[in-house]
């Protein structure tokens, strides 16, 4: 067999490539194109993401987490633009077509893909230093999506989930910082196992004036709102939610890795005082942790109890 011809049935053999069921999927893998019908009421939301080799992850790692991560990831901008998710495609180069290495890949991808219902129609496959790319889609109604330029002044700034974590745990992943058993475990999955948060994005987005995944640092990202927004932000560091178990390894730097630290996926939001009690009974309702941590004011970027350098992860 042809190795793309190998590549292909592994991805197609897969249950995330299933079209079964799916009404919205009229053509998968397979023949020249996809063929999609978007569901009636519904706007289609896509998103693109690539991710090189020993630049986002670092070399020889578990394709297994490749494969997870990648999904997770890019997922994530589904997740913050309230979208429900629907299907992907997946452009990859690969140096030599290792059946192992891609059959645990592709089971990786499946291991989120499937059960968040998202499924991979088609791709394109070529030689060369690893890099994956991936285009996820998915569906949202056309008047209910949060978009970053809708920030207004006196909305709170909320965060969900904690930060800091997966920022911590980059030297663990990349072999250069021993750790005990324990703290590997714990980091290792913030790194690799992101959660997007899929289920909340779509709650939130009722009442969310704006909304964004955090992938390079809260101080960086929210940037990306005050800009488009043409507003301020006042945050309060003490208010930015850190896990125990970082809490209790770097105490000292907590939560400025909470402040500057990338790769945590989870959601900030803006919204208005008046929903706070909302978005209480939303994430509690989900049993997701989220943190009113600042407020949008009309100009300026201050962090309440932070003196240093105010950046994320800068690419390239
Ligand atoms: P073409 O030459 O028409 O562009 P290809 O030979 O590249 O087609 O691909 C044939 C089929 O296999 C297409 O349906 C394509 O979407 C799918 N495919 C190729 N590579 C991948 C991949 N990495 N993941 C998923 N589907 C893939
Ligand atoms: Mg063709």
Same mark, same amino acid.
């Given at each position: 067999?042809?190795?793309?011809?190998? #590549?292909?049935?592994?991805?197609?053999?897969?249950?995330? *490539? =299933?079209?079964?069921?799916? =009404?919205? %999927?009229?053509?998968?893998?397979?023949?020249?194109?996809?063929?999609?019908?978007?569901?009636?009421?519904?706007?289609?939301?896509?998103?693109?993401?690539?991710?090189?080799?020993?630049?986002?992850?670092?070399?020889?790692?578990?394709?297994?987490?490749?494969?997870?991560?990648?999904?997770?990831?890019?997922?994530?901008? &589904?997740?913050?633009?309230?979208?429900?998710? *629907?299907?992907?495609?997946?452009?990859?180069?690969?140096?030599?077509?290792?059946? $192992?290495?891609?059959?645990?890949?592709?089971?990786?991808?499946?291991?989120?893909?499937?059960?968040?219902?998202?499924?991979?129609?088609?791709?394109?496959?070529?030689?060369?230093?690893?890099? %994956?790319? &991936?285009?996820?889609?998915?569906?949202?109604?056309?008047?209910?999506?949060?978009?970053?330029?809708?920030? $207004?002044?006196?909305?709170?700034?909320?965060?969900?989930?904690? &930060?800091?974590?997966?920022?911590?745990?980059?030297?663990?992943?990349?072999?250069?910082?021993?750790?005990?058993?324990?703290?590997?475990?714990?980091?290792?999955?913030?790194?690799?196992?992101?959660?997007?948060?899929?289920?909340?994005?779509?709650?939130?987005?009722?009442?969310? +004036?704006?909304?964004?995944?955090?992938?390079?640092?809260?101080?960086?990202?929210?940037? +990306? #709102?005050?800009?488009?927004? =043409?507003?301020? *932000?006042?945050? $309060? @560091?003490?208010?930015?939610?850190?896990?125990?178990?970082?809490?209790?390894?770097?105490?000292?730097?907590?939560?400025?890795?909470?402040?500057?630290?990338?790769?945590?996926?989870?959601?900030?939001?803006?919204?208005?005082?008046?929903?706070?009690?909302? #978005?209480? @009974?939303?994430?509690?309702?989900?049993? &997701?942790?989220?943190?009113?941590?600042?407020? #949008?004011?009309?100009?300026?970027?201050?962090?309440?109890?932070?003196?240093?350098?105010?950046?994320?992860?800068?690419?390239?």
């Amino acid at each position: 067999m042809h190795e793309f011809e190998l #590549i292909r049935s592994i991805f197609q053999s897969s249950m995330m *490539a =299933n079209t079964q069921g799916r =009404n919205d %999927i009229l053509l998968g893998i397979g023949d020249d194109c996809a063929q999609v019908k978007v569901p009636d009421g519904q706007t289609l939301v896509f998103s693109m993401d690539t991710m090189v080799e020993g630049r986002h992850f670092p070399f020889d790692a578990d394709p297994l987490d490749i494969g997870y991560r990648a999904v997770a990831t890019c997922v994530s901008d &589904l997740a913050a633009m309230g979208a429900k998710p *629907a299907f992907f495609t997946l452009a990859l180069t690969m140096p030599d077509s290792d059946p $192992q290495w891609l059959a645990a890949f592709a089971e990786g991808m499946a291991e989120l893909a499937e059960p968040i219902g998202l499924l991979l129609v088609g791709g394109d496959t070529t030689k060369g230093p690893l890099t %994956i790319t &991936l285009q996820v889609h998915g569906y949202v109604e056309q008047d209910h999506t949060p978009r970053r330029s809708q920030a $207004q002044v006196g909305d709170d700034i909320y965060v969900t989930g904690t &930060l800091g974590d997966a920022a911590a745990a980059v030297p663990i992943v990349t072999g250069e910082l021993q750790v005990s058993a324990e703290r590997f475990d714990y980091f290792y999955d913030r790194f690799w196992r992101p959660s997007p948060r899929l289920i909340a994005g779509m709650a939130l987005k009722r009442v969310a +004036h704006s909304m964004l995944d955090i992938s390079d640092g809260l101080a960086q990202d929210l940037q +990306h #709102i005050t800009k488009a927004s =043409n507003v301020g *932000a006042t945050l $309060q @560091l003490s208010a930015l939610p850190v896990s125990e178990e970082l809490l209790s390894w770097k105490p000292d730097c907590a939560q400025t890795l909470a402040l500057t630290g990338g790769d945590d996926y989870e959601l900030c939001f803006t919204a208005p005082k008046s929903a706070r009690e909302e #978005i209480q @009974l939303i994430t509690q309702t989900l049993h &997701l942790a989220c943190a009113r941590v600042g407020e #949008i004011t009309a100009s300026g970027f201050d962090v309440e109890g932070y003196q240093g350098e105010l950046s994320g992860w800068q690419h390239f």
